[in-house]
């Protein structure tokens, strides 16, 4: 296949750590240039200007991946990850969940096309935005988690979201869901989570989830604190116990909220959403996959 682009985020993970990383490809020769972004939207606009570039390598975290494929070329260019975020959603389920691991899968590089989420967002200004997502989209507990993790404790690296998880109170919000066009049902909950991956970060709350069987894993929650732990915790430990109200899967979700809310894309925070759709689309992208 024709070379490889580093796009590398200096933000992600561990100061230094993606900057880093992309060096390392270059020297390497497993990439031919590395870019880095300077702020929101830099990368889709680096890849957009890279279609000499058969790959897009994503160094970073789950939001990386997230502007790298919103200027990927889907028919033509094939994406990688390197995982030097918090969360690494994408790279966990695809057994990358080191540098090293996805490093070693460069060096035999092995492809899958996975499935992706179409979501339309309707903000509280009354305006619409569309958006390709590859892993996680959220409101309520698991978004003021992220939250929490990015913007109080990154030092942490890897283990903000864990740490955060144990001290964020859920809250609940009411909400409609239409699932598969089958009609609203209301109903409060202290968060929605719509999953691609298998992983939410460190947890792998997804056990059956596939990436290319064009079903999205959805998971309803109503506990309070103590309960929400003991699921964390169970999840951890690979246990089904204390699990949350609905676990289910489906093509499309319709959600639509009483108030304007944080959602969570991938780690990235947009406030103020009071509507969305996601669609799964079915093997949209070409991944460097080592279990090819």
């Known amino acids: 296949m024709k070379p490889w682009l580093a796009v590398y985020n200096p933000a992600a993970g561990s100061p230094g750590a993606a900057r880093a990383c992309a060096r390392h490809l270059v020297e390497r020769g497993l990439a031919v240039r590395a870019a880095g972004t300077t702020g929101p939207g830099d990368a889709a606009g680096i890849v957009r200007d890279a279609r000499d570039m058969g790959g897009i390598i994503a160094v970073g975290g789950d939001g990386t991946v997230l502007e790298v494929l919103a200027g990927l070329d889907r028919g033509r260019q094939a994406l990688a990850v390197m995982p030097v975020g918090h969360g690494n959603c994408l790279a966990r389920h695809l057994g990358l969940a080191t540098v090293a691991q996805a490093m070693a899968a460069l060096r035999s590089p092995r492809f899958r096309s996975i499935d992706l989420v179409q979501l339309r967002i309707l903000g509280a200004d009354g305006r619409w935005t569309e958006q390709l997502a590859a892993s996680t989209l959220a409101v309520g507990y698991v978004a003021d988690t992220v939250d929490r993790g990015r913007n109080a404790l990154p030092w942490l690296g890897q283990a903000a979201y864990a740490w955060a998880s144990a001290l964020t ?14 009609g609203r049902a209301r109903g409060l909950r202290t968060g929605l989570v719509v999953n691609n991956t298998s992983h939410l970060a460190n947890y792998r709350a997804f056990q059956s989830a596939r990436l290319d069987d064009g079903r999205l894993d959805i998971m309803e929650t109503t ?70």
């Open 223 to 292: 506990a309070g604190w103590a309960r929400q732990q003991l699921h964390n915790t169970a999840i951890l430990v690979g246990s089904r116990r204390f699990g949350p109200a609905r676990l289910y899967q489906a093509e499309r979700v319709e959600l639509r909220l009483d108030r304007p809310a944080t959602l969570m894309v991938d780690g990235e925070l947009l406030a103020g959403v009071v509507q969305l759709t996601a669609t799964c689309l079915r093997q949209a992208c070409r991944c460097l996959d080592p279990r090819a």
């Open 169 to 182: 109170l859920p809250r609940l919000l009411a909400m409609d869901l239409d699932i598969d066009g089958r």
